[in-house]
């Protein structure tokens, strides 16, 4: 595994824990990109050397959250609207420890590090990330889950009134937004929860205050803004698949061969990019990550579990 250790970072007296972590790892990391042996280096899992940080502005301006409108531009303008503080999470099914916890109980004392991730929207656009977060697997480990739990799930916040987008007009989803993961999965050292973005706290159009990211999915399986996890042992309904079976799977492994019934999946447009330069370049098996990943996934066919 190429992923940097976290180091023993103490809290500050002048900031939120949280937002000082964010900061201080992504400075720790800043460094290390400067010193020229962070992309393309020993530092990030799977990173190559024409892998370029996409500039902040693209990455907090262009997004997915439909929960706020469909357009690329509607998160960055609304999401403001959604309060997060308090942030309160709902824990349940297979596990020892079940309830709601407060966000920040959940995160305190766990180490905060900065993970530089190629991103691939199955919508065919790709983005570089300098996220900052805490392995699922830390997280998760802290309830208990049984043995019999054999998939998590996650779901986004319902709130109409701070969501225009869940207000009706242009809403074929059934909200809450779903997403699920395997265990094995969840618990994959690359698997982040996600609090933080360029050494800051994220950005509510980012999926404030925490969000998934598992790096060799599409960008769907990344669900924003959590406040339930569900342990079960039943494959969980995901919201695209919900939406188009035969366009969404639980898996959303990125895999240029399997294309989308509308689209081809064997390129992908790296922002910034234009009509006119539309930078191209080609997908990769599970995004460039297959050495680390391709071992769950031993014995399927990938083309049926898409
Ligand atoms: N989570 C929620 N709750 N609602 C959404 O609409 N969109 C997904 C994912 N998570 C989405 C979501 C999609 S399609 C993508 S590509 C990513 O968020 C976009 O993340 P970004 O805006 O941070 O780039």
Redesign the pocket.
């Known amino acids: 595994m190429l992923i940097k250790q976290p180091p023993d970072i103490p809290g500050s007296e002048i900031t939120s824990e949280q937002a000082f972590l964010n900061r201080r790892q992504f400075m720790k990391q800043g460094a290390i990109l400067g010193a020229g042996v962070g992309i393309g280096g020993t530092a990030q899992a799977g990173l190559q050397a024409d892998d370029e940080v996409t500039p902040e502005a693209i990455?907090?301006s262009?997004?997915?959250?439909?929960?706020?409108g469909t357009d690329?531009s509607d998160?960055a303008k609304y999401a403001h609207e959604m309060t997060i503080d308090p942030w309160t999470v709902e824990v349940s099914g297979k596990a020892k420890k079940t309830g709601k916890f407060a966000f920040e109980d959940i995160i305190k004392g766990l180490d905060v590090e900065e993970r530089i991730y190629r991103?691939?929207?199955?919508?065919a656009?790709s983005?570089v990330?300098p996220w900052n977060g805490i392995p699922l697997k830390k997280i998760l480990e802290q309830f208990e889950p049984s043995g019999d739990a054999k998939f998590v799930e996650f779901r986004?916040?319902v709130r109409p009134a701070e969501m225009r987008?869940q207000r009706g007009l242009f809403s074929s989803?059934d909200w809450?937004?779903l997403?699920g993961l395997r265990m094995d999965e969840a618990y994959h050292p690359l698997t982040l929860m996600v609090t933080g973005?360029f050494g800051k706290d994220l950005p509510n159009?980012?999926?404030a205050p925490w969000?998934?990211m598992v790096p060799w999915k599409?960008?769907?399986?990344?669900?924003?803004?959590?406040v339930s996890i569900r342990f079960t042992d039943r494959q969980p309904r995901n919201?695209?698949q919900a939406l188009q079976p035969s366009e969404y799977g639980f898996y959303a492994n990125v895999n240029p061969e399997v294309s989308h019934p509308r689209w081809s999946q064997a390129r992908e447009r790296r922002l910034p990019s234009s009509l006119f330069a539309p930078n191209w370049r080609p997908t990769l098996p599970f995004n460039g990550y297959a050495d680390e990943v391709a071992d769950l996934y031993a014995g399927m066919d990938l083309s049926k579990f898409y």
């Open positions: 990455v907090t262009y997004n997915n959250f439909y929960e706020f690329k998160p991103f691939r929207c199955v919508e656009w983005m990330v986004t916040l987008g989803i809450p937004y997403e973005v159009q980012n999926g969000r998934l599409y960008g769907f399986k990344s669900v924003k803004s959590i919201t695209w």
